[in-house]
C-alpha cells in the first residue's frame, strides 16, 4: 500500500506564499500521474493541480497563474509553490496518483495522507 506524506502547510496572510511538499513510500512518482488535492471545510476534496511523468500539467481555474506543481523522480516527491494565497486557499492539502492526468480525478491509491493543513488569513 502506497502512503504519502504531506508537508509545508502553515498559517500565512493574503498574498504570501507556500511550498508544500509530498513524498511517496513506493517509487512511483517517475511512473504515475502525480496530483495536488485540496478539501476545505464543509467541501469535497477537489484537484487543484496535476502533472504527468512528461511534465505536462494541468491546474483547477481557481488557481491558474498562482500555484505551480512540479515533481523530483530521484527524490520521489511532488511540490507545490504556492503564491499570491488568497482565504479561499485555506484547506487541507493531500497528494496522491492516477494512471494518466485525466484520471486525477478518480485517484489509483487509496490510502490517503494526513494532509497538510494550510490557513490564509488576515
Known amino acids: 500500500q502506497v502512503q504519502f506524506q504531506e508537508s509545508g502547510g502553515g498559517l500565512v496572510q493574503p498574498g504570501q506564499s507556500l511550498r508544500l511538499s509530498c513524498a511517496a513510500s513506493a517509487r512511483i512518482i517517475g511512473i504515475y500521474s502525480m496530483g495536488w488535492y485540496r478539501q476545505a471545510p464543509g467541501k469535497q476534496r477537489e484537484l487543484v493541480a496535476g502533472?504527468?511523468?512528461?511534465?505536462?500539467?494541468k491546474y483547477a481555474d481557481s488557481v491558474k497563474g498562482r500555484f505551480t506543481i512540479s515533481r523530483d523522480s530521484a527524490k520521489n516527491t511532488v511540490t507545490l509553490q504556492m503564491n499570491s494565497l488568497k482565504p479561499e486557499d485555506t484547506a487541507i492539502y493531500y497528494c496522491?496518483?492516477?494512471?494518466?492526468?485525466?484520471?486525477?480525478?478518480?485517484?489509483?491509491?487509496?490510502?490517503w495522507g494526513q494532509g497538510t493543513q494550510v490557513t490564509v488569513s488576515s
Open positions: 496522491n496518483g492516477a494512471t494518466s492526468l485525466g484520471n486525477l480525478g478518480n485517484p489509483t491509491f487509496g490510502s
Open positions: 502533472i504527468n511523468n512528461g511534465g505536462t500539467t
